[in-house]
């Protein structure tokens, strides 16, 4: 059976490229970038050359990237090496609908005795500026606010709150996990402190991300213990990840916009299909802000978790916006911060493509999805007979 692959913003593909171009680094060219010698020197030119091709897609200098292993190493690095950096300063704020590797670690903060303020969002998923101003004040050490979300691909107005934000002595992170390589970034021209990204979702391998860090930007280091990344994260490099991730931007970089082009036309066709071919099913998020590969569709009065299993007799990959939380099935909290109903809420599937997919593919899935979705609504005991 065929793997139909949308499930891009859970994991993507490692470009053929890219495992070409990491393959020597596990068996012959193994040294650590550290060493004096020549066989370890050659990987410390290999890092650096991953290093400004990863610069080159943000727009920013090389040696503002600090390799991490994840995205989710890059978001606590931003958040706790921030506070650490202002001891003075005990006000975080940040959105309700963060990815839970920015919201976890605000929820720890404020159980240590930090202020934490999560801003709401509206239907469309859309943030309020001016709650956000208001809530600017001396105390107020790190803003941090997504580039784009992961379930519904929304994208925030994130030039906008910088201008709010800068000129204030705080800092103001972004997890752009989502946005890196999708949209194009010019970090040079952004008041943009912090930026985190992750190479699994750009079609690097897992296991490897990075943390843009504005020069001058006031940062105390997460992981102590060695030298590396300048002093700035100690542990022994991922090269295999680094340089993958270094080939991913370059790949990335390489006509993003026609790329994008390309996967919005798929994403659209997809959706239009579905939301006229289904009855009573509707799109979450803003239609007009968002991410080109992003659709999250409600299913009302059926089970997310129900239409994944049925897709997956197909080969389609998709994901539900509910997770599996000690055995009660609680809907997505950005779904919810957004006030979606609790029936639409429950069926919800995100489709995410990639530049892999293609229009077979899409016409694959509109001939499959319809079908899957009458028969559930037939076994709904929430459906009127
Ligand atoms: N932030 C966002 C918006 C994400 O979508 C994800 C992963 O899904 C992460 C952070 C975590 O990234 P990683 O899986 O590299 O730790």
Same mark, same amino acid.
């Given at each position: 059976?065929? #793997?139909?692959?949308?499930?891009?913003?859970?994991?993507?593909?490692?470009?053929?490229?890219?495992?070409?171009? @990491?393959? !020597?680094?596990?068996?012959?060219?193994?040294?650590?970038? &550290?060493?004096?010698?020549?066989?370890?020197?050659?990987? &410390?030119?290999?890092?650096?050359?991953?290093?400004?091709?990863?610069?080159?897609?943000?727009?920013?200098? !090389?040696?503002?990237?600090?390799?991490?292993?994840?995205?989710?190493?890059?978001?606590?690095?931003?958040?706790?090496?921030?506070?650490?950096?202002? !001891?003075?300063?005990?006000?975080?704020?940040?959105?309700?609908?963060?990815?839970?590797?920015?919201?976890?670690?605000? *929820?720890?903060?404020?159980?240590?005795?930090?202020?934490? @303020?999560?801003? =709401?969002?509206?239907?469309?998923?859309?943030?309020?500026?001016?709650?956000?101003?208001?809530?600017?004040?001396?105390?107020?050490?790190?803003?941090?606010?997504?580039?784009?979300?992961?379930?519904?691909?929304?994208?925030?107005?994130? +030039?906008?709150?910088?201008?709010?934000?800068?000129?204030?002595?705080?800092?103001?992170?972004?997890?752009?996990?989502?946005?890196? $390589?999708?949209? !194009?970034?010019?970090?040079?021209?952004?008041?943009?402190?912090?930026?985190?990204?992750?190479?699994?979702?750009?079609?690097?391998?897992?296991?490897?991300?990075?943390?843009?860090?504005?020069?001058?930007?006031?940062?105390?280091?997460?992981?102590?213990? $060695?030298?590396? /990344?300048?002093? *700035?994260?100690?542990?022994?490099?991922?090269? %295999?990840?680094?340089?993958?991730?270094?080939?991913?931007?370059?790949?990335?970089?390489?006509?993003? +916009?026609?790329?994008?082009?390309?996967?919005?036309?798929?994403?659209?066709?997809?959706?239009?299909?579905?939301?006229?071919?289904? =009855?009573?099913?509707?799109?979450?998020?803003?239609? +007009?802000?968002?991410? =080109?590969?992003?659709?999250?569709?409600?299913? /009302?009065?059926?089970?997310?978790?129900?239409?994944?299993?049925?897709?997956?007799?197909?080969?389609?990959?998709?994901?539900?916006?509910?997770?599996? #939380?000690?055995?009660?099935? +609680? %809907?997505?909290?950005?779904? *919810?911060?957004?006030?979606?109903?609790?029936?639409?809420?429950?069926?919800?599937?995100?489709?995410?493509? &990639? *530049?892999?997919?293609?229009? /077979?593919?899409?016409?694959?899935?509109?001939?499959?999805? =319809?079908?899957?979705? /009458?028969?559930?609504?037939?076994?709904?005991?929430?459906?009127?007979?």
């Amino acid at each position: 059976m065929k #793997t139909v692959y949308f499930d891009n913003n859970a994991t993507t593909k490692v470009a053929e490229e890219v495992a070409e171009e @990491i393959q !020597p680094y596990f068996c012959r060219l193994y040294g650590n970038p &550290s060493s004096m010698h020549t066989f370890g020197g050659q990987i &410390s030119r290999k890092i650096t050359h991953a290093r400004s091709q990863v610069a080159a897609l943000l727009g920013c200098e !090389p040696d503002e990237i600090i390799f991490t292993s994840c995205g989710t190493e890059s978001n606590n690095t931003a958040i706790k090496g921030t506070l650490a950096a202002a !001891p003075d300063k005990r006000k975080i704020i940040t959105s309700r609908v963060e990815h839970p590797a920015v919201l976890a670690v605000c *929820r720890q903060l404020e159980n240590q005795g930090y202020t934490v @303020i999560e801003l =709401p969002v509206d239907k469309k998923g859309r943030l309020d500026l001016n709650l956000l101003e208001k809530e600017l004040d001396d105390q107020t050490a790190l803003v941090t606010i997504m580039y784009a979300n992961n379930e519904t691909g929304t994208i925030f107005p994130i +030039e906008k709150i910088t201008e709010i934000v800068t000129g204030r002595g705080i800092t103001f992170h972004t997890d752009a996990v989502q946005v890196a $390589g999708k949209i !194009p970034l010019n970090l040079a021209k952004s008041n943009i402190d912090l930026l985190s990204l992750s190479g699994h979702k750009l079609h690097a391998p897992k296991g490897v991300g990075a943390l843009y860090a504005r020069k001058g930007t006031r940062l105390s280091p997460f992981m102590l213990g $060695g030298h590396q /990344e300048a002093g *700035r994260r100690a542990g022994t490099e991922n090269v %295999p990840g680094i340089i993958g991730l270094g080939k991913a931007c370059e790949l990335a970089a390489k006509n993003i +916009e026609q790329q994008n082009a390309r996967v919005k036309h798929l994403r659209d066709k997809l959706e239009n299909a579905i939301l006229k071919k289904c =009855p009573d099913s509707r799109l979450n998020g803003d239609k +007009e802000n968002r991410l =080109p590969n992003t659709t999250n569709i409600s299913f /009302e009065y059926i089970e997310g978790e129900a239409i994944l299993l049925m897709l997956d007799k197909f080969g389609i990959c998709a994901s539900s916006g509910s997770a599996c #939380t000690s055995g009660s099935l +609680e %809907p997505s909290h950005v779904l *919810r911060a957004m006030g979606v109903p609790f029936t639409a809420a429950h069926g919800s599937i995100r489709f995410s493509l &990639s *530049r892999y997919n293609t229009e /077979e593919e899409i016409d694959y899935a509109i001939e499959k999805i =319809p079908p899957v979705i /009458e028969k559930l609504r037939k076994l709904s005991p929430f459906v009127a007979k």
